[in-house]
């Protein structure tokens, strides 16, 4: 139920004139924030908190919801115009976003990530608004069997929904996966392939990797083929030509649109799972019903505005376990924990009978941001297409200085610059044989979210624990089906391919 007074409450904390600005700032600073290579969500919020101190509480979580909603958003930018997703959860984005721009259609690409990431985030600030004690319980359902289905779904939705050699994509995932292990047992603390560096005991950090196979990759490739000019440079069209294609195609958009809002909203209430989970299972699934299923990874809108969905939505999912429950339910609400403690506020299920200003002013927040993020994407639009005019014997130099600043800011050590040129080399190497970038991120990111799971698991219980638990159960029953359906399509296609030629 809704608190009515509380939700006036909250009304009159974000419309205030002190209210708006400071998610106006949170916006714009949230965009830069999560285009930036290197700057995650829980960074830029982190790096934020202590301006707050004297701030009003309710003035400063509005502030950070708005950073926190705006920077899952900023990532999609350079993804789809450099091939250097920002945030995690935009590889999927890049995957796509970054094929329209080398067609010329940034723009579009553009346009239609703002709006999807817009409403998605709408979506799940609804959803947080009306029904967070309820959905909390969602989150409280999941033990280590479920994580540990949960993650293998992800990876086993990477493969199943890469149209390329399914053997390729399950080498790049394995490789994902190996990188994870490095670091320190997360059992018995063992240490696991550090070669003595002190700066591996925490394993290899995704984000230089991430730069590294995707920005620099691509660089390297580029260089290679002598392309230092843009084929097909994007045009700048206005924001009414933008909205009025939109428009034009909701027929095409809507059904992955609100498909993947539901289901990046209902992800990000698992404590852990990451925006990044309910963008991969999101693609996958709008890759599944689409009837442009040839086009994933080769440039789908489609598959731009199901990653920006859920990416979005998930903010206001992760919301509901850390209001309702005092359980932050990704990095950045870890933070946002952290800084109600240190606000001096209760944090708890209490929370929301003691401080209902403060949690409907978030919950209010969320909404006002995404409005705020579409005017400021939209708009913003004309200005980021212009990187597609700038020689890459300019650009190239460009990304190169921020990767590496952006490698080293994580935890200002030299070895993620040299991990991010590794994998840059790396990514340039699985360019030319074909291999795929993406899965070998998604290994790394839920390698150590699988394993850890795991094996909680089998000392809980054995390998017969995953068969006790109905919801582990069924998320490994559609793991399999996720890997079963590309081989059957393929048999059933060839199939119909004799019979045609056979008449």
């Not at 329209?100 to 990530?113: F, M, V």
């Not at 580029?222 to 294609?245: G, K, T, Y």
């Not at 044989?433 to 290994?443: N, R, S, Y």
Request: proline share 5%.
């Amino acid at each position: 139920m809704v608190d009515v007074s509380g939700l006036i409450g909250g009304i009159d904390v974000v419309f205030s004139l002190s209210g708006f600005l400071f998610v106006l700032l949170g916006v714009f600073l949230g965009i830069l924030i999560g285009a930036t290579p290197g700057l995650s969500p829980s960074m830029g919020v982190a790096l934020l908190v202590p301006l707050s101190f004297r701030m009003e509480p309710e003035v400063a979580f509005v502030f950070f919801v708005a950073v926190y909603q705006a920077s899952n958003y900023g990532g999609s930018i350079t993804a789809i115009l450099l091939n250097a997703p920002g945030t995690p959860s935009s590889v999927v984005t890049a995957m796509d976003g970054y094929v329209l721009t080398k067609k010329g259609l940034a723009d579009k690409a553009l346009s239609y990530a703002v709006f999807s990431s817009a409403l998605g985030g709408l979506i799940g600030g609804i959803v947080l608004l009306l029904f967070t004690a309820p959905i909390a319980k969602v989150g409280l359902m999941f033990g280590p069997a479920e994580y540990f289905a949960l993650a293998l779904l992800g990876l086993c939705t990477v493969i199943g929904f890469h149209k390329g050699s399914m053997s390729k994509a399950f080498i790049a995932l394995s490789f994902g996966l190996l990188l994870s292990t490095i670091g320190t047992d997360p059992i018995t603390g063992q240490e696991r392939m550090t070669f003595g560096l002190i700066e591996l005991y925490d394993g290899v950090s995704f984000i230089p990797v991430m730069i590294g196979f995707f920005a620099l990759g691509e660089i390297f490739s580029r260089i290679e083929e002598n392309q230092l000019v843009l084929a097909a440079p994007a045009r700048l069209e206005r924001v009414v030509s933008q909205v009025r294609s939109i428009w034009d195609n909701r027929r095409l958009i809507l059904r992955p649109l609100f498909q993947s809002s539901v289901m990046g909203t209902f992800i990000g209430v698992i404590p852990g799972a990451g925006s990044a989970v309910a963008s991969f299972l999101a693609y996958g699934q709008a890759a599944t019903y689409a009837k442009d299923k040839e086009e994933y990874g080769d440039g789908a809108l489609t598959g731009v505005i199901a990653s920006e969905a859920a990416n979005s939505s998930s903010v206001g999912g992760a919301l509901v376990p850390l209001v309702s429950l005092g359980i932050p339910g990704s990095a950045t609400d870890a933070v946002l924990l952290g800084a109600l403690a240190l606000h001096g506020l209760a944090v708890g299920p209490e929370l929301m009978t003691t401080e209902p200003r403060l949690v409907y002013g978030i919950f209010i927040a969320v909404l006002l941001a995404n409005v705020m993020i579409f005017l400021c994407g939209m708009y913003g639009n004309t200005l980021f297409v212009a990187v597609t005019r700038i020689s890459p014997k300019v650009l190239y130099p460009i990304i190169l200085c921020l990767a590496m600043t952006g490698s080293f800011t994580i935890r200002n050590a030299m070895i993620d610059c040299w991990v991010c040129l590794i994998a840059g080399g790396l990514g340039w190497l699985a360019k030319r044989q074909g291999i795929p970038a993406a899965p070998i991120i998604l290994g790394l990111v839920l390698g150590s979210l699988l394993e850890t799971n795991f094996r909680r698991s089998i000392l809980m219980g054995g390998i017969e624990f995953f068969f006790t638990k109905p919801l582990a159960l069924g998320l490994l029953t559609l793991s399999l089906l996720c890997l079963i359906t590309p081989f059957t399509r393929s048999r059933m296609n060839r199939s119909k391919a004799v019979q045609c030629s056979g008449n």
